[in-house]
Protein backbone atom coordinates (compact mmCIF):
# COMPACT_ATOMS: atom_id res chain seq x y z
CA UNK A 1 0.00 0.00 0.00
CA UNK A 2 2.48 2.31 0.73
CA UNK A 3 4.65 1.66 -2.20
CA UNK A 4 1.62 2.06 -4.35
CA UNK A 5 1.46 5.17 -3.08
CA UNK A 6 4.71 6.65 -3.34
CA UNK A 7 4.62 5.44 -6.82
CA UNK A 8 1.23 7.25 -6.93
CA UNK A 9 2.94 10.28 -5.68
CA UNK A 10 6.24 10.44 -7.91
CA UNK A 11 4.14 9.79 -11.13
CA UNK A 12 1.87 12.66 -10.36
CA UNK A 13 5.05 14.83 -9.99
CA UNK A 14 6.72 14.23 -12.84
CA UNK A 15 3.53 14.68 -14.70
CA UNK A 16 2.87 17.76 -13.16
CA UNK A 17 6.86 19.32 -13.45
CA UNK A 18 6.79 17.61 -17.36
CA UNK A 19 3.85 20.09 -18.32
CA UNK A 20 5.10 22.83 -15.97
CA UNK A 21 8.30 22.08 -18.75
CA UNK A 22 6.05 22.07 -21.57
CA UNK A 23 4.39 24.98 -20.67
CA UNK A 24 8.01 27.21 -20.10
CA UNK A 25 9.25 25.89 -23.89
CA UNK A 26 6.28 26.67 -25.51
CA UNK A 27 6.88 30.52 -24.58
CA UNK A 28 7.31 32.48 -28.05
CA UNK A 29 10.31 34.91 -28.13
CA UNK A 30 8.78 38.15 -29.37
CA UNK A 31 10.81 41.11 -30.29
CA UNK A 32 9.88 44.21 -29.81
CA UNK A 33 10.88 47.90 -31.87
CA UNK A 34 9.95 51.23 -31.34
CA UNK A 35 8.38 52.43 -28.01
CA UNK A 36 8.13 49.01 -26.12
CA UNK A 37 11.75 47.65 -27.37
CA UNK A 38 13.18 51.36 -25.83
CA UNK A 39 11.24 51.18 -22.95
CA UNK A 40 12.10 47.09 -22.26
CA UNK A 41 15.80 47.84 -23.04
CA UNK A 42 16.16 50.73 -20.71
CA UNK A 43 15.01 49.19 -17.93
CA UNK A 44 15.79 45.34 -18.13
CA UNK A 45 19.19 46.82 -16.23
CA UNK A 46 20.70 43.42 -15.98
CA UNK A 47 19.75 42.30 -19.86
CA UNK A 48 18.27 39.05 -19.24
CA UNK A 49 15.70 39.11 -20.88
CA UNK A 50 12.96 39.88 -17.74
CA UNK A 51 11.84 43.48 -15.87
CA UNK A 52 12.16 41.88 -12.11
CA UNK A 53 10.30 43.58 -9.40
CA UNK A 54 13.32 45.63 -8.41
CA UNK A 55 13.85 46.86 -11.85
CA UNK A 56 10.04 47.88 -11.98
CA UNK A 57 10.58 49.33 -8.47
CA UNK A 58 13.60 52.16 -10.07
CA UNK A 59 11.41 52.60 -13.11
CA UNK A 60 8.46 53.50 -10.65
CA UNK A 61 10.78 55.82 -8.21
CA UNK A 62 11.77 57.69 -11.40
CA UNK A 63 8.56 58.78 -12.84
CA UNK A 64 6.76 59.37 -8.81
CA UNK A 65 8.44 62.59 -9.39
CA UNK A 66 6.91 64.29 -6.01
CA UNK A 67 8.45 60.84 -3.57
CA UNK A 68 4.81 60.16 -2.62
CA UNK A 69 5.05 56.65 -3.80
CA UNK A 70 1.69 57.01 -5.79
CA UNK A 71 1.69 57.81 -9.33
CA UNK A 72 -0.93 60.18 -10.74
CA UNK A 73 -1.65 61.90 -14.53
CA UNK A 74 0.62 64.22 -14.18
CA UNK A 75 3.46 62.21 -13.34
CA UNK A 76 2.67 59.51 -16.04
CA UNK A 77 2.41 62.47 -18.94
CA UNK A 78 5.71 64.22 -17.97
CA UNK A 79 7.49 60.61 -18.01
CA UNK A 80 6.15 59.75 -21.59
CA UNK A 81 6.84 62.95 -23.04
CA UNK A 82 10.25 62.46 -21.75
CA UNK A 83 10.75 59.06 -23.41
CA UNK A 84 9.23 60.15 -26.68
CA UNK A 85 12.04 63.31 -26.70
CA UNK A 86 14.86 60.24 -25.99
CA UNK A 87 13.20 58.56 -28.87
CA UNK A 88 13.19 61.13 -31.37
CA UNK A 89 16.62 62.23 -30.13
CA UNK A 90 17.91 58.51 -31.07
Do not use: H, P, W
Amino acid sequence: MKQTMIISLVSLFLLCTSSISAKKTKRKTIRLGGRQGAFFKKYDLNKDGKISQSEYMSLFRKIDLDKDKNLDLYELSQYQKKMQAELKNR
